[in-house]
């Protein structure tokens, strides 16, 4: 199970649809695996509910406002009620907290811009998913400790305006991520710019002692709607592309697209060329010119151009650790009456000659 905690005042719960999930949480959730009942008015107790406790604080919770959690679990072990009128039954929540003059959360959440690094813009919709319509822009917390964005931290997609866009009241759990959309929209959780269909360069930043500080960059190129682009693992150098992405969650178990992109399509050409393979930078291309299948072991390593000056077929394969592309294959033919014939015919006539 996992245990959050409603941001704001919650109001008293009623019975329309929705009423439980349309609510705001917190990004932190406490794990929780309780055992299955063994006795009738059993006492059992979570575990500390610490982190999520800060986060209702620091996003707005002030003292008379209600608090709510919510449990989230896969399976169904029995039922707890109120309690009624014995308050031994009742649900209580214990708080031991250590009094301070100073702040009521905890020394270990890193609030000062001066002292944040390990954040990473760590995957970016530009056009959306079914997730989250407006473009959107995830970043990664790889310390050991929470962050809490405040004040004089940064996005932008201008490398002369880094303060394009401040991000505030934003709490991102230690490990954890938080999503900023891409709308256009200034506000604690959207940037004032948006995305879209557009190659880009993201900076996030921080201001302290008069002057900006990058923490991390990321270059955006074009992508379709639910598609995004991710670093192969969290906090990775290596960026790939995904189907509908890993929306505020890890991309350490998400499956890759790997894409191979030539710098000559299919068909008939009047003179020879030098043929470029593109793909992620993370992948490697293997390939063939004597009609065998390449694969992570068979065939030449891609690492320039393919001479191209003769009849030939160029069959490819890229790989990663995670994914392939599977077998493509590229026909080529060169004849002096190339420009002559059409271009549908040149296509049927190339697929004819590789079946």
Request: aromatic share 10%; glycine share 8%.
């Amino acid at each position: 199970m996992a245990i959050s905690a409603e941001l704001g005042n919650p109001a008293t719960y009623t019975s329309t649809a929705g009423n439980i999930s349309n609510r705001n949480y917190s990004a932190s959730t406490v794990k929780y695996q309780q055992p299955s009942f063994t006795v009738a008015k059993q006492v059992i107790r979570t575990p500390n509910l610490k982190s999520i406790i800060d986060e209702t604080r620091l996003m707005g919770w002030t003292n008379g406002d209600a608090l709510a959690f919510k449990v989230d679990g896969d399976n169904y072990i029995g039922s707890i009620y109120q309690g009624g009128a014995d308050a031994a039954l009742q649900p209580k929540l214990v708080i031991k907290y250590s009094y301070s003059e100073k702040d009521a959360i905890g020394e270990e959440v890193i609030q000062d811009p001066a002292k944040m690094k390990n954040l990473f813009i760590n995957e970016v919709a530009g056009m959306g998913t079914d997730t989250q319509a407006d473009g959107w822009i995830e970043i990664f917390n790889n310390n050991d400790a929470p962050v809490f964005l405040s004040k004089d931290v940064f996005i932008s997609d201008d490398a002369n305006a880094l303060d394009k866009s401040e991000l505030s009241n934003i709490y991102i759990p230690a490990k954890g991520y938080r999503i900023v959309k891409a709308n256009g929209t200034q506000n604690n959780a959207s940037a004032n710019f948006t995305l879209g269909d557009r190659d880009t360069t993201l900076y996030l930043s921080t201001k302290y002692d008069g002057s900006f500080h990058t923490l991390d960059t990321f270059a955006v190129k074009k992508m379709p709607y639910n598609e995004t682009l991710g670093r192969f693992n969290d906090a990775d150098k290596n960026l790939v592309s995904y189907t509908t992405g890993t929306y505020e969650s890890s991309n350490n178990g998400a499956t890759p697209l790997v894409n191979i992109t030539p710098s000559q399509t299919t068909g008939m050409y009047k003179t020879g060329f030098d043929l470029t393979l593109k793909t992620d930078s993370i992948n490697t291309i293997k390939y063939t010119l004597d009609g065998s299948t390449p694969s992570e072991t068979k065939g030449t390593t891609y690492t320039g151009p393919i001479k191209v000056d003769k009849n030939m077929t160029v069959k490819v394969y890229a790989y990663n650790a995670k994914q392939n592309s599977g077998v493509q294959a590229y026909a080529y033919s060169l004849r002096d009456d190339a420009e002559n014939i059409p271009s549908a015919k040149k296509r049927i006539s190339c697929q004819s000659r590789y079946r």
